[in-house]
């Protein structure tokens, strides 16, 4: 139950609701006759404003808990996708792309990692990558039925139909479903045959996180793959226009995007119980460059649907190794502030994404000079990745790692 409520928030909130606005920025543009560098900015002001809020709704979870969280921004991100119906030019724009991010991918998508981690503890790792499975199935049909919706009612009208389908799911879905979850939950001891990274049982505070190596190991990991997977995402539907696709046909292409975010949970999850999740990160960062290289010289046919799949599989990778790598190097008693922070350096570099590939793309006049220069970002992440020194191990001391 725990897993369906969660995984639900996550895909109506989080990746789903990042692609799924893909399939509205023609129409801005269209009808509110701006370009699309303008359309990126707006994005990049409105998520910048979206995730200062990330650490602060990070400590709420952790004093008043999940249930009460999700129910609350669940409310919120139900009014700020009403209000999205009434954009009319850039500053409401911006206004409307805080209150998704904020509320959206941002607090809703963070409080659907805590509740897993709380929820689960001897085979988290498994659970998380049953609800990456779940998400990713999920994330599917989102980006396809806005655009069955808009087609039928218009855009304007589809942010209603959205805000309506968060009203009557994630809202009540969280009251009912997580009445019974404990606020935090602490890490067990190491069982026998279990392989995932265990160290003291000593629960780390934000600020004793934040002081380690590990952590920003991870945020950069985390910040490439935001930013980049992103930027993909939102311009995708012109993206693969200039590679010879039309505009259905690109946003079909997120189902295999799915596909490989399904096939992460699948087996992913029950790797990582086996044999840790020491490579995670730096697996992450390799899909991702790949991704970059099919993007560079994507066509239609075969190599268009596995770069969705490959783009697919690094940003679920990602998020299974920050789902179970926070609770296992730092327990549960403050995982909502610290993985706040990280979600926060997710929403922070998912806003620059797209802006970034826009400026950059009109700079050489093609995405794929762009898109090349792009992936230096991961390829740095990657090298952070290997290097074992940023890694908590099992025979570390409550005593953290400090940065430099």
């Known amino acids: 139950m725990v897993l369906g409520v969660a995984a639900l928030s996550a895909v109506l909130t989080g990746p789903g609701q990042t692609i799924g606005v893909s399939v509205f920025i023609d129409h801005f543009i269209e009808d509110l006759e701006i370009t699309r560098p303008v359309v990126s900015f707006t994005y990049l002001i409105g998520t910048l404003c979206g995730g200062f809020a990330m650490p602060f709704v990070g400590r709420f979870i952790d004093q008043r808990g999940v249930r009460l969280a999700q129910v609350l921004i669940g409310v919120a991100f139900t009014l700020a996708l009403i209000n999205m119906s009434f954009v009319g030019g850039v500053v409401t724009l911006a206004i409307g792309?805080?209150?998704?991010?904020?509320?959206?991918?941002?607090?809703?998508?963070?409080?659907?990692?805590?509740?897993?981690?709380?929820?689960?503890?001897?085979?988290?790792?498994?659970?998380?990558?049953?609800?990456?499975?779940?998400?990713?199935?999920?994330?599917?049909?989102?980006?396809?039925?806005?655009?069955?919706?808009?087609?039928?009612?218009?855009?304007?009208?589809?942010?209603?139909?959205?805000?309506?389908?968060?009203?009557?799911?994630?809202?009540?879905?969280?009251?009912?479903?997580?009445?019974?979850?404990?606020?935090r939950k602490a890490t067990p001891p190491a069982v026998a045959g279990d392989a995932v990274e265990t160290i003291d049982p000593h629960h780390a505070t934000r600020s004793e996180a934040l002081r380690t190596r590990s952590f920003w190991m991870l945020a950069t990991a985390v910040g490439s793959s935001s930013m980049l997977a992103t930027a993909l995402n939102f311009h995708q539907v012109d993206l693969l226009g200039e590679a010879g696709l039309e505009a259905q046909e690109a946003a079909a292409l997120f189902l295999p995007q799915a596909v490989g975010a399904v096939a992460v949970g699948l087996i992913g999850g029950s790797f990582s119980q086996r044999y840790g999740t020491r490579w995670l990160p730096a697996a992450a960062m390799g899909l991702l460059i790949t991704a970059h290289l099919l993007a560079a010289t994507v066509a239609p046919g075969l190599i268009v649907v596995l770069y969705a799949v490959?783009?697919?599989?690094?940003?679920?990778t990602v998020r299974l190794a920050s789902s179970v790598m926070l609770p296992h190097w730092f327990g549960t008693a403050h995982l909502g502030s610290i993985q706040g922070v990280m979600t926060f350096v997710g929403v922070i570099t998912s806003a620059l994404g797209p802006f970034a590939l826009a400026i950059v793309r009109d700079g050489f006049e093609a995405y794929q000079p762009a898109i090349l220069l792009l992936m230096m970002l991961p390829v740095v992440a990657l090298v952070l990745a290997i290097d074992p020194r940023n890694h908590r191990g099992r025979n570390q001391s409550a005593v953290f790692d400090a940065v430099g």
């Open 310 to 316: 490959v783009l697919g599989a690094g940003g679920g």
């Open 97 to 183: 792309f805080a209150g998704i991010r904020m509320f959206g991918q941002g607090a809703l998508s963070l409080t659907a990692g805590v509740t897993v981690s709380l929820a689960f503890s001897k085979r988290r790792a498994f659970a998380l990558g049953m609800f990456a499975t779940a998400t990713g199935m999920l994330m599917a049909t989102v980006p396809l039925g806005l655009d069955l919706v808009i087609e039928a009612v218009g855009w304007r009208s589809a942010w209603r139909v959205a805000a309506l389908v968060i009203a009557l799911t994630v809202v009540p879905l969280g009251w009912f479903g997580l009445a019974q979850l404990p606020r």
